[in-house]
């Protein structure tokens, strides 16, 4: 069950409210974001909705089967829709977010950054801490990568998102970022989760390889859980007995996701197939399936890309990719309504 406060409440509100719900012997959680005081009944005996409408300062009170709550489509009303800086996500926004799978020089950044601008998209990504299979592969530039990142983006007017692996390389990756992707890897990195969602930074997060879409919704839970609203949800592909592609894209996880979470869900092709020349064909599938945005990896020399060469774009097939996209969004959209 969530328990809705006016927002924003005062402190003793919040304390009447609280002795109320602990009187009654109910386990629950307060989350506080910039939009929203709520109260989290996660546990103890099933109550009365009656009874908790009583509570001082309550607005609302939604019944939650799901064992993730505040991630669920059970409560808000409609989709949410997130702002990542300037760029909105959601059922009235459909953004791309394109670049590099790695962050290699500032040519290579400035080249990605005009081809943007060019297409009107506002988000570029790229990494400069990588998780590889080998130790022995490039694993990014690092804090210096992502000091020559924010300098290009800044020059073209971009939003960065990019990965943060480890708890240790928020506070000095966060005054450069605007938002956090969580890897797939990390998709379950419980304590990484509620660090990156006490940055107060919109957080990416993608969907593990061997993720069931219940654990999926409970990881972007432990986000919400610390006040952190602002949660991408990213299909990503997953690992299937399939071998003649590196992952198998879930097109049913973009669908189905919409039906069980209010959070806006994004398509990263790319990895969801692996193949270059299947990218554009996935990513289209993706947005007649209900994506909310792409998140694709692009290069201006994709041959000679420092990691994920086979799955990633030249320029002209990301501008395909681009202009189907907002064909397919529209018409989507129009049968919607
Ligand atoms: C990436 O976006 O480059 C990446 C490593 O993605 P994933 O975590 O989905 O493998
Ligand atoms: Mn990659």
Aim: hydrophobic share 40%; net charge neutral.
């Amino acid at each position: 069950m969530i328990v809705q406060l006016h927002h924003p409440s005062t402190p003793e509100t919040l304390r009447e409210a609280e002795a109320f719900l602990l009187a009654l012997n109910l386990k629950c959680r307060t989350v506080i974001t910039p939009d929203s005081t709520l109260f989290v009944i996660y546990a103890g005996q099933v109550p009365d909705p009656r009874r908790i409408r009583q509570c001082p300062g309550v607005k609302d009170v939604h019944r939650i089967s799901d064992d993730f709550k505040l991630v669920s489509g059970q409560w808000k009303q409609g989709r949410s829709t997130v702002h990542v800086g300037k760029v909105p996500f959601g059922p009235e926004a459909f953004n791309m977010i394109m670049g590099p799978c790695s962050v290699e020089s500032e040519q290579q950044l400035e080249a990605v950054a005009q081809f943007l601008v060019s297409q009107g998209v506002r988000m570029i990504r790229g990494g400069v801490f990588k998780p590889r299979s080998s130790p022995y592969s490039f694993r990014g530039m690092g804090l210096e990568g992502l000091n020559l990142f924010r300098g290009v983006a800044d020059q073209y007017g971009l939003s960065i998102v990019t990965e943060v692996m480890e708890v240790a390389q928020i506070d000095a990756m966060a005054p450069k970022v605007d938002v956090f992707q969580i890897g797939a890897r990390n998709m379950q990195n419980f304590n990484l989760l509620e660090a990156v969602g006490k940055s107060g930074l919109p957080v990416l997060l993608k969907r593990s390889m061997s993720g069931t879409i219940e654990e999926f919704l409970q990881c972007a839970e432990y986000i919400y859980n610390v006040g952190n609203e602002r949660i991408l949800l990213c299909e990503r592909g997953i690992r299937t007995f399939e071998g003649a592609y590196r992952n198998t894209f879930d097109v049913n996880a973009i669908s189905y996701l919409r039906s069980r979470s209010h959070l806006p869900v994004l398509a990263d092709p790319s990895h969801g197939v692996g193949l270059r020349r299947h990218v554009v064909d996935i990513g289209l599938g993706a947005v007649a399936a209900g994506a909310d945005g792409l998140l694709v990896e692009i290069h201006p020399h994709p041959d000679s890309a420092v990691s994920d060469r086979d799955q990633t774009l030249y320029f002209d097939q990301a501008a395909r990719l681009i202009e189907g996209s907002r064909q397919f969004w529209a018409l989507r959209s129009n049968m919607a309504s």
